[in-house]
């Protein structure tokens, strides 16, 4: 466990710093001390890996300031860092970590002026503040020998939920304001969980230097303010031809600089061995302008609610599966009816209806007629039905008949390209609306059809589940699904690669019968080195697979081969927040996607980077999480 003492009580970056870390358990043990008065200086500091010195005075004055204030500044900001580090080095502390600023380099530059600060740059400061800042880190480094490291932290603006400074300025005029001047400018900007990332990778691997920690993104500050409007539901308008007003503004005052200049890191200054950004700029906007769900947002949200009460719906889908979803249903406030989308479960109904023959069809569309006469007498609103692939089109036909006021909708989670969704296109006429979860089927078929991901069933995650970034999971990766294609054989070789690093995995493969074995290890090269023994022929149940999930720290995916839609597995994994490696490549054009949380391998050549192990699992906002809930996709497919 390593000991943090965070000097500076109530500053923004010392308490959000101690909540980030709290997603660590015991890893890190966090204190913090005040640093107002002279009681800081009988606590002992002994016993501490590292002094995180977060106390100063923030710049805020854009005029001329009084000698006083002037005072005040290089009080706190030089001498009290300095006072702070010697007691720290005679205490035994072994590393020393100070928040100085990018202001060291002085004021951004003019409107149409450029100001890229590379690793040759001289620090230029252009007030008492910045000069503090200079005079603490000279100060530092005089204190620095082999036994006591010390780590300069320059930042750009820092912002996220409760931040202070411009960044709340901004996003006051995105909520307000319908149009916004646009200008061209660059700046470099720094999430706060990003920063508090940073902060942890120094501690924990022990650094000492100067470094420059920014977003992966420049910021336009035109462009912020229009993400800020559209997290709040709002379009802001921005307006060109406002530079040249702005201009002759800027030289009666510096607010306009300071809004719309130019200063920017060089982004080979910012490179560090580890990924420190948890959150992309979408997303720390997102995250950082969530609020609590106002009046008419609660309304709206509840109408959505309330929209299933009192009404009938007829389930068409595979069972297992099934229950999940009338559950669901039910609590919403509906009635459910459900039909087996097949005779039967086993291997040889499911062979013979995939193949489509006749005389079969013939005995899929009795047993339809058979289930729909059963009930006849209901006035459904709904018939949903999931996959289709063995719903005939006498079937439908029949229903459109005997249930006249149902909208009947039809939901394909299997791909255009395997062979058990041959010919359903013909059927799509049948339905009123159709859905299905591969994007690329989705953008070749726009004008006939719908785009929904799949979803993960609440009530089947752990109510006592891990934090994401604990350190005592029982396995480092898992897997467990169906043993098609090559997909065992990918799993395999990854685990066996994890295996050799000192990691422990689980697996288990399933196939719904020995036919189905003998079939691949007859036909797949995939299958050579698979043997029964990898083999299990009963599905293990819903709520133990999602027991051993939630006690994976990460967990492999690998898709049908051509396929494109997103597994039920790799949106339980959201659902459950663990990292997740997939062979799916289009995973990255999804709003939840985040290269700290998903790792995308090549399914020919899969290579794993241990270092997305040691990375944290980063927490995305709630909405997105809501999203793909049961509940929500279940509102969305009956819309």
Not at 25 to 35: E, I, R
Not at 440 to 457: A, G, V
Not at 465 to 476: A, E, G, I, Q
């Amino acid at each position: 466990m390593k000991k943090i003492l965070i000097t500076g009580a109530g500053s923004y970056i010392g308490t959000s710093f101690e909540k980030y870390m709290e997603q660590f358990g015991n890893n890190y043990s966090v204190d913090t001390v005040d640093m107002i008065g002279d009681s800081w200086k009988s606590v002992s500091f002994s016993g501490y890996d590292c002094v995180f010195h977060v106390a100063g005075i923030a710049h805020s004055d854009n005029g001329k300031i009084s000698k006083q204030k002037e005072k005040l500044y290089y009080a706190v900001n030089t001498d009290l860092t300095v006072e702070t580090a010697k007691k720290a080095k005679a205490d035994g502390v072994k590393q020393f970590i100070f928040m100085s600023s990018a202001i060291v380099y002085g004021n951004s530059a003019p409107i149409g002026m450029g100001k890229r600060i590379t690793k040759d740059t001289p620090v230029h400061p252009a007030n008492c503040y910045g000069d503090s800042k200079v005079q603490a880190e000279n100060g530092l480094r005089k204190l620095e020998d082999e036994n006591f490291k010390v780590v300069i932290l320059r930042p750009p603006m820092i912002y996220g939920k409760g931040s202070k400074g411009n960044y709340p300025l901004m996003s006051k005029m995105a909520q307000k304001l319908p149009i916004f001047p646009y200008v061209k400018n660059r700046r470099s900007m720094l999430y706060i969980d990003n920063l508090c990332e940073f902060v942890r990778l120094m501690i924990e691997n022990n650094e000492q230097g100067t470094f420059w920690p920014q977003n992966r993104e420049y910021s336009n500050t035109s462009e912020m303010v229009r993400m800020i409007g559209a997290a709040h539901g709002k379009k802001v308008h921005l307006i060109k031809g406002f530079t040249w007003s702005l201009k002759l503004l800027g030289l009666a005052t510096g607010i306009v600089d300071k809004a719309f200049g130019n200063l920017y890191y060089d982004k080979s200054l910012s490179v560090y061995k580890q990924n420190y950004r948890v959150a992309d700029l979408s997303n720390s906007i997102k995250l950082t302008e969530q609020n609590e769900t106002k009046p008419c947002e609660e309304k709206a949200h509840d109408e959505k609610l309330d929209s299933l009460k009192g009404k009938s719906v007829l389930l068409i889908s595979l069972s297992g599966y099934s229950n999940g979803i009338v559950k669901e249903m039910e609590t919403l406030g509906a009635s459910v009816d459900y039909i087996n989308d097949k005779p039967n479960d086993g291997f040889i109904c499911k062979t013979l209806g995939r193949l489509q023959i006749k005389f079969y069809q013939n005995i899929i569309t009795k047993y339809y007629s058979e289930q729909i006469n059963r009930l006849k007498n209901r006035d459904y609103d709904y018939i949903l039905v999931i996959r289709g692939e063995y719903t005939t089109s006498d079937a439908l036909k029949k229903m459109r008949i005997t249930f006249p006021n149902a909208k009947i909708i039809l939901y394909m989670w299997d791909g255009l390209h395997k062979t058990n969704t041959k010919g359903i296109e013909k059927k799509w006429d049948l339905y009123d609306k159709v859905y299905t979860f591969d994007r690329i089927d989705y953008e070749e078929n726009r004008d006939r059809i719908h785009f929904l991901p799949l979803y993960y069933y609440n009530d089947y995650l752990p109510k006592q589940s891990k934090k994401p970034n604990s350190s005592d999971f029982k396995y480092d990766l898992s897997f467990i699904g169906t043993g098609h294609d090559d997909r065992i054989k990918i799993v395999k070789s990854v685990m066996t690669e994890c295996n050799k690093r000192g990691l422990k995995c689980f697996s288990f493969f399933y196939l719904p019968h020995k036919l189905v074995y003998l079939k691949y290890k007859l036909t797949s090269k995939a299958f050579i080195n698979v043997t029964m023994k990898d083999i299990n022929f009963q599905m293990m149940p819903f709520e133990k697979l999602y027991e051993i999930y939630a006690d994976s720290k990460c967990i492999i995916d690998v898709e049908n081969s051509g396929q494109h839609g997103l597994t039920m597995r790799t949106i339980e994994i959201l659902g459950l927040r663990r990292k997740l490696i997939t062979t799916n490549k289009d995973i990255v054009n999804y709003d939840f996607y985040n290269e700290n949380n998903i790792l995308v391998i090549d399914r020919k050549k899969p290579v794993v980077n241990i270092d997305f192990w040691n990375a944290p699992y980063c927490e995305l906002p709630k909405e997105i999480y809501d999203k793909y809930s049961l509940k929500q996709w279940i509102l969305n497919v009956l819309a």
